[in-house]
């Protein structure tokens, strides 16, 4: 229990100290407000657009193995902590192993499959190839 | 774990108070995680407006900030004021208060993982705020709400250099989560437990004698190979060189936290910076013994300090010394590279284990 006060009081510190420097900030600095200032940075150009455009498909596929390998670690977790307790406890080694390469195994598959379909592979849009910035020759 | 558990620093202060009870575990928390919170903030002063400086500068045969006080080192002072007081710009269209809870959330969850680190006594104060038995767990779980952050500032500044900034920093950080906790996993094996202290203890065997100086089972020692991912990974989690690409000056411009300027901006360098040290503790605590070292235990906080500023260096070195990898050669690296090795390091680490044990 007390563990957990002393980590909610430092989540708190950590929390203070951040808004504590934005509050001290906020009494020193001036406001100067003047047209153009607001703008945002796009090379000193006037940003053309919206922010919220298309981006590649890759972050995505990304994020769904992401999830798979992730919650593959969380079931490992149990198993790598109780794993030397029960050697020392006598029993064999494979009975332990097994199990654990088994659905690694399954994991690794997994992987293969999403290497060999391209999902781990960086796609590049044929519209990005087709703006790059050098001229054509001719 | 054979020894009682060392008493750790809340219960230090209240029973230095003399209060007991709910009430001296909650003053003796509140006073604990102030210092240690300070204590990072120390390194992370120190870190960015002078030793940054001064190491890039000496491996770039140049001179650094040398005006100001001895070695330049009153320069930390005036950073400190001149950032804070510089005017904050809010862009248009920002969406608010995403942009503004970004820089909270990120020097907040770097901190929060010093809750579990084992950072060594310091005369007769155990320096660990909390020693929860999933330690290992949690402080990798804290770590990871930077991401979040990262992302918020990314999407809510309204600029296409946030928007792919913060994206390639979640992609980073997903690809290169699994293979640092994998790996990390592979050190769990040899502890049996996920207990940070416990994880320092099971590291403080003689793995074998040289001209009389014991070396001690450090994982970094029993396990090179681990040691060698776990430090690329981390240097991937962290976003340092060569894998800074959610920054990438020359790319993006300074991608997440490119519309920042005054407090908020000296909150993501901040942040930044606490990562780093965590980072640092982490790799300490699982791969380089903790806080233990030569000499009496009640200096263990030196050696912690001058592990974690090893780790600093070699950042720095690494920023110096290497080229950015682009997003895709980082995606490859992670999801091909990286991940099967850490797989085959956990079953050979398991192997190995069974059979020596």
Known sequence: MSDW?????????????????????????????????????????????????RFNIQYYMVALLFVVFDIETVLLFPWVVIYRPAIEGGIPMMDLLWPMLAFVGILAIGLVWAWRTGAVKWTRSPRAASRKTERDPN | MGTAPAQLFPEFIAETLGISGVPGQVVGALIAAAVIGNIVLAFTGVAGPWAKRKITAAFTDRIAVDRIGPFGLLIIPAAAVQLLAKELIVPEGVDRPTWDIAPILLPASALLGFAVIPMGHLGPVNLQLADPEVGLALVFAFASIASVSLVMAGYASNNKYSMLGGLRAVAQNLAYEIPLIVTAMSVVIFAGTLQMSGIVEAQQDVLFTIAGFDIPTWYALVNPFAFVLFLTANMAEIGRNPFDIPEAPTEIVGGYQTEYSSAYFVLFYLGEFVHIFLGGAILAVTFLGGASGPGPESIGFLWFV????????????????????????????????????????????????????
Do not use: C, H
């Open chain 1, 5 to 53: 006060i002393a980590i909610g009081a430092l989540a708190a510190v950590g929390l203070l100290i951040p808004i504590g420097m934005m509050t001290v900030s906020a009494l020193l600095r001036p406001s100067v407000p003047e047209t153009g200032k607001s703008t945002t940075y796009e090379s000193g150009e006037t940003p053309t657009g919206g922010t919220k455009i």
């Open chain 2, 306 to 357: 001058v592990k974690i500023w090893g780790f600093f260096l070699f950042t720095q070195w690494a920023r110096a010394a290497f080229p950015r990898v682009r997003i895709d050669q980082l995606i490859e690296i992670g999801w091909k590279g990286m991940l099967v090795l850490s797989f085959a390091n956990l079953v050979l680490t398991a192997v190995i284990v069974g059979v020596i044990v």
